[in-house]
């Protein structure tokens, strides 16, 4: 197993359920609602190009049984009391961009210790942030958005919608994060 000591600061602390103009609160203490167009994602192309990005990451080595591994930290409600953070550059079709991604880890009374002696275990979810080529999605700094159950099959809504591509959850949470990255803890991915 290979891990890689990273740290990222803060992140959205509540979930916004609903699409329509959210009510967002964070660690911060910072609140307010977006308007993102729940419409505009889980097409059969977003999740097309969803299962290209796994593989990419599968290729890179940031996925799958033997992928690189983090130092586990306490997460928030939205991704799961622990996670593992990593970021890099990988290429979908002819393109190459920015990932992020964040393992989500869930459980009864779960620790750092234990994800990071056993990281296969309560794991629940990855989210992945792509950005995409420059007009992709300008209202959201490009970025392609994206949840994978652990097998990397795309995750769903509640309502069956699958979270790929303009997922609007994730974009009312991270919409009013500092700078114009759309990433909480800093300002490296602004264009």
């Not at 299962?51 to 591994?69: C, F, H, P, T, Y």
């Not at 953070?85 to 989500?104: A, E, L, M, P």
């Not at 275990?121 to 300008?138: C, I, K, N, Q, T």
């Amino acid at each position: 197993m290979r891990w890689k000591k990273t740290v990222l600061a803060g992140a959205c602390a509540a979930r916004a359920t609903s699409a329509a103009l959210p009510l967002i609160a964070h660690e911060d203490g910072m609140s307010g609602s977006v308007s993102v167009d729940a419409s505009a994602f889980g097409s059969a192309g977003d999740v097309r190009f969803a299962r290209n990005l796994w593989q990419a990451l599968s290729d890179a080595g940031i996925v799958g049984d033997d992928a690189i591994q983090t130092h586990p930290y306490a997460g928030s409600s939205k991704h799961g009391p622990v996670v593992q953070y990593i970021d890099g550059t990988v290429t979908v079709g002819d393109y190459s961009g920015t990932f992020i991604t964040k393992r989500n880890y869930r459980g009864e009374d779960i620790s750092v210790e234990e994800i990071f002696a056993d990281p296969s275990s309560h794991f629940d979810s990855l989210g992945v942030m792509f950005r995409r080529e420059e007009g992709y999605a300008p209202d959201s700094a490009d970025w392609f958005w994206a949840k994978f159950m652990p097998d990397g099959t795309v995750a769903t809504t509640p309502d069956g919608m699958s979270m790929a591509g303009q997922v609007a959850p994730c974009i009312s949470c991270h919409q009013p994060a500092d700078g114009e990255d759309f990433v909480w803890g800093h300002d490296r991915f602004s264009r």
